[in-house]
């Protein structure tokens, strides 16, 4: 590091810092064109072109596309630049730790939809807003996410001595791991956000994806046991029988808002520089896994996380997130965090800044609501359905007036004659109409002539009696000179009415 005193009005790690910074400027740009130009020598033909991409080297490729000085002299002031500013991230982040309780309230007072930027027309009313915002964390076993659970939910908790959340596993090659989803809200007792501790990845690529895709599609759910098909039956049924109730079937899904993707420094650190094949896969893994595209919320990556950092020097880490985010095409400083193992402020605040991202960019990125895709059609609804009914207006009104243009061309029949003529109603009978006498008494009329009486008398209807002289004897008038007869004109009066047969109805044959 050099050697010198730290100055009185800064501490000695901020001193330190300086001077390694001054350093590893120096030692960047050694090392670039060491690992660019020159082999090693203790390394194979295949060593030397990984070990050339520790910086951002592209091998025999990337020889063949920088042969010209130019070109390779710019890349380097990049990287160089690059690496500078990572370095100068940790300065700032120390001196930005005084608003540390600042930045952690915009945390808390953090509500699902809140940080939605109102564009495109779009309001807070077009978007399906969750009640929770949930972010899933996923990693490659013992990265450190129920570690960083655990440091998450004391950044926000007022009891420091609070015991840890979620379950560490001390040894990774011995210890389970995680095998079942656990939801932890942040902070304790809010629906504001929660964390997903996640199943770590395995060594196959296709069981990896399929998981990812299975939550990513489906959701998560608290409690779920999270087997895999590439399991061995023996830790199948392990799991099977720690899990004894399926009681997390009881638990709501909640569909993923973002993602944070933890990876170890250290190991990372080892693949870069280390011959051993089993640690190069696993960076080969990290950026396999990494270019899901389930893992993308449109154009946004997932943030990523870089643990472990307290082992390794300012230095290497600065390596590290460099190496990543060549690796994964992300910026080293806006989107790769270090949060090590410690618990200084500017840690927390590291933490701060993480989850400041994943919650604005998963505002960002929430669905629309379905009933806004149509909200165009339901706008011009109404006018459409005016324009219809106007139209069927139109259409009625002019089919009128057809109607009436083509009667209007049509013979009409001429018009009831008021001299037309009519037949009146027969007269009521009037009081001075001539009735006939009563029959004379049974013993008056003759033995034979009593069956014709008694049968006269059985008639129901009256006879009318003659008509007085001067009376008519006909019951319609006649139609004047010139009018049209009518169609259903009735016969002829006739004039002569027999009496004689009238009155042997009444009176009999005796009665001559």
């Avoid at 590091?1 to 330190?16: K, L, N, Q, V, Y």
């Avoid at 009436?404 to 009037?430: I, Y």
């Avoid at 007085?468 to 009066?493: D, E, L």
């Amino acid at each position: 590091m050099g050697g010198g005193t730290a100055p009185p009005h800064i501490s000695s790690s901020e001193f330190e810092l300086a001077e390694e910074e001054s350093s590893l400027d120096e030692e960047f740009s050694e090392l670039s064109l060491e690992f660019s130009t020159h082999p090693r020598k203790d390394c194979s033909n295949a060593k030397e072109d990984d070990d050339s991409e520790v910086f951002g080297g592209y091998g025999d490729v990337g020889r063949r596309i920088y042969s010209n000085s130019f070109d390779f002299e710019a890349d380097q002031r990049r990287r160089r630049g690059v690496y500078r500013e990572v370095l100068e991230s940790y300065n700032e982040l120390r001196c930005r730790s005084e608003n540390l309780e600042e930045a952690a309230s915009k945390i808390l007072s953090y509500y699902p939809g809140a940080w939605i930027e109102e564009v495109g027309g779009m309001k807070l009313i077009d978007y399906d807003v969750p009640k929770t915002t949930s972010l899933l964390l996923i990693g490659p076993k013992g990265s450190g996410k129920s570690s960083l659970v655990n440091k998450i939910s004391r950044v926000f908790e007022d009891d420091k001595f609070a015991p840890d959340r979620a379950q560490v596993s001390y040894n990774t090659s011995v210890g389970d791991g995680t095998y079942f989803l656990r939801e932890y809200m942040i902070p304790r007792g809010s629906s504001s956000f929660c964390l997903y501790d996640t199943r770590s990845f395995s060594d196959d690529s296709s069981a990896n994806m399929e998981m990812l895709t299975h939550w990513m599609k489906r959701g998560v759910r608290h409690g779920e046991l999270v087997i895999r098909d590439s399991d061995s039956p023996i830790l199948k049924t392990r799991m099977k029988c720690k899990a004894r109730q399926h009681a997390y079937s009881s638990s709501g899904i909640r569909m993923v808002n973002f993602v944070i993707f933890v990876v170890n420094g250290v190991s990372i650190l080892k693949s870069m520089y280390g011959d051993d094949d089993v640690e190069k896969q696993y960076t080969e893994m990290v950026a396999s896994t990494f270019s899901c595209p389930f893992l993308l919320f449109r154009d946004d990556k997932p943030v990523i996380v870089v643990t472990h950092g307290d082992l390794l020097s300012i230095s290497d880490r600065a390596r590290v997130r460099v190496h990543l985010g060549e690796l994964l095409g992300v910026h080293p400083t806006k989107q790769i965090f270090d949060i090590p193992e410690s618990c200084d402020r500017a840690t927390e605040l590291a933490i701060v800044d993480m989850l400041h991202y994943s919650l604005e960019h998963a505002d960002r990125n929430l669905p629309c609501k379905e009933r806004s895709s149509s909200q165009v059609f339901k706008k011009s609804l109404p006018a459409c359905l005016f324009l219809l009914i106007v139209l069927g207006i139109a259409i009625i009104a002019a089919h009128i007036n057809g109607t009436r243009s083509h009667m209007s061309h049509m013979p009409h029949a001429p018009p009831p004659n008021a001299s037309m003529h009519c037949v009146p109603p027969p007269p009521p009978p009037s009081a001075h109409m001539h009735r006939a006498p009563p029959p004379p008494p049974p013993s008056a009329l003759p033995s034979a002539h009593m069956h014709c009486a008694s049968s006269a008398s059985a008639q129901t209807h009256p006879v009318p009696s003659p008509p007085p002289p001067g009376a008519h004897t006909h019951k319609h008038r006649a139609p004047p000179p010139g009018a049209r007869a009518h169609k259903h004109r009735a016969s002829p009066p006739n004039d002569h009415i027999d009496w004689n047969s009238i009155r042997y109805l009444w009176l009999g044959s005796d009665y001559d």
